[in-house]
């Protein structure tokens, strides 16, 4: 076919590929844009000389959430976003959680926590959140155990919605028990196997001669104490 | 020759006579036996028939004819016989019948030899002993064995009442009933031999319930010994060996196992009772009756064994309430003493009981064991039995110990020690509280002699192994080092004329690791003591660089001089005590406070020292208030009024109480124990279930102690938390070893 004049001055717009005015291509483009919402989303939100958001932000960031600091939603939402440090999220952690939530706006943040608590609440998830958790708690370098106080309120938090008899009776007894004061990671995951496996409050199918961690041993006892004293 | 023929009318005739010759004879009619001729003769025509060939072949008939014969004899002679009899008579009959039959075959067997080869090799047919065999078991046997069998039982029955029967008829009769089986045993099995059971379970069962409700046990059991025994001899006599087995095991069901319960329970006579009185010799005969009856003898080694375990823990009690009546610490010593020793006699009486009545039988040893495992692990008045034995061990090693006994007595006594410490199980707490009171014995020379010491020391190598007795006999060691010491210290003092203590000083090194842990003292030592301690550290220096030495004061003994009024006295106290009356040298009051900053010493301490030397029974210091107890507002005086008939006195401190800290320190080595077992196990499992875990350890540690569950579960955790193991993700009863 032979080239027709042309009638515009500028090249005309191709489906495929636009050339902009610096010269990159439309797909990086859009992904920078993608980032550059979150980036913004993060710097609003980020403690600059630490080049990440602290607690002061996540605290700003609860707010605008409309939620409550102690929210366990918040905590799904650094599992989400894999945060290594209780109280702060890195710049990676913010931009892979959020994409992965495919969200960058509060308002779409906002919305988003439901899903995200749906996804939280899949059992093939369940377990690596309630792990996450206690770690998240390990505030320190070599760090192996969370304190009962700690651990107290983290049982209150992510297992007082589904399990609240348990979790308010096994809080009573860790405040008043002096065996342990600290609880370490194979002890906390078998407090959710409590929940999960003993009929409550009969606690007639917990077996002391199996694995069970000794302080649930003693929980046990106690409870049956208390039982038998009405 | 020619052979003549020999028709079939002639032969049969020949046939018959020779048959009824024979029954003539044995009928015992008037007949005079074969002579050679006629038996020849007999013999050849038969033979010569069978070798006729067809149209003279009648051997089928000749074999008929015989069978005819013997098929009438019996018929019309041998079973009349027999029925027309009864009871003992019959059997008489049937014998005599039975061996005259026996005879006839044997006869006609010879006569028609040629016959019954012949046909046995052409026709395959019986022969003709075995045909006259079939007949007279079909023929009479069938028809009368029922009433033979009973006639038989009911002499069986008669002799067990006592009366006389004739053993050899029935032993004839018996052997005929083995033989009408024809090679097999089971005619006499089911057509006999199971009624005769029968019969004599039935009879044994009514005998038995008579005399289990009028008889004593050891009556019962003599008259069970008794009937048992008749039975073996009747097999002996007349019953075939193989029924030997079962009619003592029918017999012995009805008198023993039947009423087993109410025979061993029987109120004033069973074996509760015989234990008790100790009747060695019935308690042997049930031993004897029950040794094949696997379940009666676990009730009889049961009864034992509560029997043992009862008076066991009688004498328990009996310490228990004596020590709780008596208020002096020497009194329940006294006790602790009379115990160990009463529980030693125990054993020694009862383990006899196993060698001689119950003839070392593994069950009895293994009641004896149990019984003990639990008299050996009470508590008397709050002392553990570990720590009961080591008082009594300590009571026979040292000087003034309560037991004066032989050189002998005194190793046959430690000898029984160390058995009773395998029934102990906190063996780990009897070494414990065992090191401390050798560690009193050596250092404050108490110890009667070395020998001794070394000796049970051995037996407890012996028994328990090398680990267990590694300290002590470090500790004993030691001592004989530190005598050694000592001269080369004294010498070490001749040849510095610098290095003078003032006093004389002996000083005993000990190796840390072999003696119990004491608490060194931050005590202010009299200037006097602080001089020996310089000069001793000086010598120590010339002999090793390497070694760091701890002053333990409390262990040490000072004589000093009270210089009193009336008269001296040597005193022998306590190095602590000494500090406490030195500080009177330069004041003449001091108060509790005043003494105690002097001395840097624990309240606990310092009350139990002025207790000791104002209170007591030698009152060196007076006290005031003059009361009897040590207050924070007491004054203290030297007592120079004081006095005593003897020139040198011992003032005695009493030692604090170990127990708490011996029971704290195995605690702690428990744990080490627990942990180490359980990474042994793991080490080797790799991967192991948790409640295997805990049986591996326990079996482990059982040599030392009985591991509690809860202790076990806890170090496992804290082996979780400190990364040696970790729980299995998806059965959380395993465990898995990181390694």
Redo the contacts between chains.
């Keep these: 076919m032979p080239p027709r004049a042309p009638k515009r001055k500028s090249a005309p717009p191709n489906s495929l590929s636009v050339t902009s005015s610096d010269g990159s291509s439309v797909s990086s483009k859009a992904k920078t844009k993608g980032f550059v919402r979150i980036d913004r989303m993060f710097d609003s939100y980020a403690n600059s000389s630490l080049g990440m958001i602290d607690p002061d932000g996540i605290e700003a960031l609860c707010s605008d959430l409309g939620v409550d600091c102690t929210d366990v939603r918040i905590l799904m939402l650094a599992w989400k976003l894999k945060a290594q440090r209780q109280g702060y999220f890195t710049q990676d952690e913010w931009r892979t959680g959020l994409k992965e939530l495919r969200v960058d706006s509060i308002s779409k943040l906002k919305k988003a926590l439901p899903e995200l608590e749906k996804e939280v609440g899949k059992p093939s998830n369940y377990d690596s959140f309630y792990s996450y958790a206690f770690r998240y708690c390990l505030t320190e370098e070599m760090q192996k155990s969370v304190d009962i106080e700690s651990i107290c309120e983290l049982l209150n938090l992510v297992l007082g919605a589904q399990f609240r008899p348990q979790v308010d009776l096994l809080i009573e007894y860790l405040k008043v028990q002096s065996d342990y004061k600290v609880i370490n990671l194979d002890q906390w995951i078998n407090f959710l196997r409590f929940c999960q496996e003993i009929n409550f409050p009969d606690l007639e199918n917990y077996d002391a001669t199996q694995a069970w961690p000794l302080i649930l041993d003693n929980f046990v006892d106690w409870m049956r104490e208390k039982h038998s004293s009405f | 020759m020619n052979r003549k023929i020999i028709g079939l009318e002639e032969g049969l005739g020949y046939m018959q006579d020779g048959i009824t010759k024979i029954e003539r004879i044995l009928e015992g009619r008037p007949e005079p036996p074969f002579n050679s001729e006629e038996y020849m003769k007999l013999y050849t025509t038969i033979y010569n028939m069978c070798l006729q060939t067809p149209p003279d072949d009648h051997t089928q008939q000749l074999y008929d004819k015989y069978r005819q014969a013997i098929q009438g004899y019996i018929t019309s002679t041998v079973l009349p016989s027999i029925r027309a009899k009864h009871d003992e008579f019959m059997l008489k009959e049937l014998v005599k019948r039975w061996a005259n039959h026996k005879v006839m075959l044997r006869w006609l067997s010879h006569l028609f030899y040629y016959l019954d080869r012949h046909l046995i090799a052409c026709r395959s047919l019986p022969s003709l002993k075995e045909v006259g065999l079939l007949y007279f078991r079909d023929l009479v046997y069938r028809d009368v064995h029922v009433k033979v069998r009973d006639a038989v039982i009911t002499l069986i029955d008669k002799e067990r009442e006592g009366e006389q029967v004739d053993r050899a008829l029935l032993k004839n009769v018996l052997d005929f009933f083995v033989e009408i089986g024809m090679g097999q045993m089971n005619r006499y099995e089911e057509d006999f031999e199971a009624h005769m059971l029968q019969d004599t379970g039935a009879y044994y069962s009514r005998k038995a319930s008579n005399w289990i409700l009028e008889d004593s046990c050891p009556d019962y059991m003599l008259k069970s010994e008794e009937c048992l025994k008749k039975e073996r001899d009747r097999v002996g006599h007349y019953l075939h060996s193989s029924s030997e087995t079962k009619l003592s095991e029918r017999a012995q069901h009805e008198l023993l196992v039947t009423h087993v319960n109410q025979l061993l329970d029987k109120e004033h006579s069973g074996c509760r009772v015989l234990l008790r009185d100790d009747k060695v010799e019935d308690l042997s005969r049930m031993y004897r009756l029950y040794s094949k009856i696997p379940l009666g003898l676990k009730l009889v080694a049961d009864i034992f064994k509560q029997h043992i375990t009862a008076e066991g823990i009688a004498l328990v009690q009996q310490a228990e309430d004596a020590a709780s009546s008596k208020a002096s610490n020497a009194a329940a010593g006294v006790q602790e003493q009379v115990l160990i020793r009463k529980i030693i006699e125990l054993h020694d009486k009862y383990v006899e009981y196993v060698t001689d009545c119950f003839e070392n039988h593994a069950l009895f040893h293994k009641a004896l064991e149990e019984a003990f495992e639990v008299v050996c692990n009470e508590t008397v008045a709050g002392s553990s039995s570990a720590e009961l034995l080591t008082t009594f061990c300590d009571n026979v090693l040292k000087k003034s110990g309560s037991e004066k006994l032989s050189d002998e007595a005194i190793e046959e006594t430690l000898e029984k020690v160390v058995k009773l410490l395998a029934y102990i199980s906190d063996k780990d707490l009897f070494a414990e509280f065992y090191r401390k009171r050798l560690a009193r014995r050596l250092l404050f020379d108490r110890s009667a002699n070395d020998d001794r010491e070394r000796s049970i020391l051995t037996k407890l190598k012996q028994q328990r192994g090398g680990q267990f007795t590694s300290k002590m006999e470090g500790m004993v060691t030691d001592l004989t080092l530190a005598r050694e010491n000592q001269a080369n210290f004294e010498d070490y003092l001749r040849s510095n004329s610098a290095a003078r203590p003032g006093i004389d000083l002996t000083v005993t090194v000990l190796t840390t690791g072999f003696w119990p842990s004491y608490k060194s003292s931050d005590l202010n030592l009299p200037a006097e003591m602080v001089k020996c301690v310089e000069v001793f550290k000086g010598f120590y220096e010339t002999k090793t660089k390497h070694r760091k030495l701890t002053w333990i004061y409390s262990l040490g003994t000072c004589h000093i001089s009270g210089k009193f009024e009336q008269k001296t006295i040597e005193l022998i106290v306590s190095t602590y005590q000494a500090a406490v009356l030195l500080l009177f040298n330069a004041s003449d009051r001091l108060s509790y406070s005043e003494i105690m900053a002097q001395l840097n010493l624990t309240h606990d301490d310092l009350v139990r020292l002025l207790h000791s030397l104002s209170c007591a029974k030698y009152q060196i210091l007076s006290k005031e208030p003059n009361t009897k107890t040590i207050s924070q507002s007491d004054y203290f005086k030297f007592n120079s009024k004081f006095t005593d008939k003897l020139r040198r006195i011992k003032i005695p401190l009493p030692p604090v109480d170990e127990r708490k800290q011996v029971v704290d320190d195995v605690g702690k080595q428990r744990r080490y124990a627990i942990d180490a077992a359980i990474v042994r196990v793991m080490k080797s499992r790799k991967v192991l279930g948790?409640?295997q875990l805990v049986s591996e350890c326990v079996e482990q540690l059982s040599r030392m102690f009985k591991p509690d569950?809860?202790a076990i579960?806890?170090q496992?955790?804290d082996l979780?938390?400190r990364e040696y193991l970790?729980?299995d993700k998806e059965n959380?009863?395993?465990?898995k070893y990181l390694a």
């Design positions: 948790y409640q569950i809860k579960k806890k496992i955790e979780i938390t970790e729980r959380a009863n395993m465990f």
